[in-house]
């Protein structure tokens, strides 16, 4: 079956950048695209963008352009998703998700939590 | 980027009918049929419940419809059980450089 594992939880500092992975098995990795979407604590789900896993193409919502980059490894079948210049508001929850029919998100990875605190 | 608006809390008796709407505009919801809708429970990362507006995948209960009229979409939960309380999203395409969007958000209760 489909499925993804993520990295594990993380503490920066303001002004630092964090990696996540997400490593996907149970399908062709690069069949599909993959979203990333984070939650913070007690918010709503907010779409980061989305990356094309065949070409590395990839899609930034307007929020986070210029300060997340999503990369892949097709050997490793492994999306990471970098976040720089961290600030307080940027704790939360990472997901990674599978891109299917509609743009819907048909499989989430379970979720690193990043903390960012002095 | 504005969100898609949804209700802050929907409840119901065990064995109604609720109905859960997210409006949006003409750029998203309404202009295509890429609504999606995820259950989510404290802890735990969403589960696809609807997409393309009112397709279920394999797996879902047949108690979740979705529907949509004009920019408002509609996730109706039948014969609600204390299983469906959850948080509830809707999800949407959006034709601007910022592609995809989420609702607000509803808390479904199960009185």
């Known amino acids: 079956q489909v499925q993804f594992v993520q990295s594990g939880a993380e503490v920066k500092k303001p002004g630092a950048s964090v990696k996540v992975s997400c490593k996907a098995s149970?399908?062709?990795?690069?069949?599909?695209?993959l979203h990333w979407v984070r939650q913070a604590p007690g918010q709503r789900l907010e779409w980061m963008g989305w990356l094309n896993a065949g070409n590395g193409d990839a899609k930034y919502s307007q929020r986070f352009q210029g300060r997340v980059t999503f990369t892949r490894d097709t050997s490793a079948s492994t999306a990471y998703m970098e976040l720089s210049s961290l600030i307080s508001e940027d704790t939360s929850v990472y997901y990674c998700?599978?891109?299917?029919?509609?743009?819907?998100?048909?499989?989430w990875g379970q979720g690193t939590l990043v903390t960012v605190s002095s | 980027q504005s969100a898609l608006t949804q209700p802050a809390s929907v409840s119901g008796s065990p064995g109604q009918s609720i109905t859960i709407s997210c409006t949006g505009t003409?750029?998203?919801?309404?202009?295509?049929?890429?609504v999606s809708w995820y259950q989510e429970y404290p802890g735990k990362a969403p589960k696809l419940m609807i997409y393309?507006?009112?397709n279920r995948p394999s797996g879902v209960s047949n108690r979740f419809s979705g529907s949509k009229s004009g920019n408002t979409a509609s996730l109706t939960i039948s014969g609600l059980q204390a299983e469906d309380e959850a948080d509830y999203y809707c999800g949407s395409y959006r034709s601007s450089s910022t592609l995809h969007v989420f609702g607000t958000g509803t808390k479904v209760t199960v009185l």
């Open positions: 393309e507006v009112s």
């Open positions: 998700a599978r891109s299917s029919y509609g743009w819907s998100l048909d499989s």
């Open positions: 149970g399908y062709t990795f690069t069949n599909y695209g």
């Open positions: 003409s750029s998203d919801v309404g202009g295509y049929n890429y």
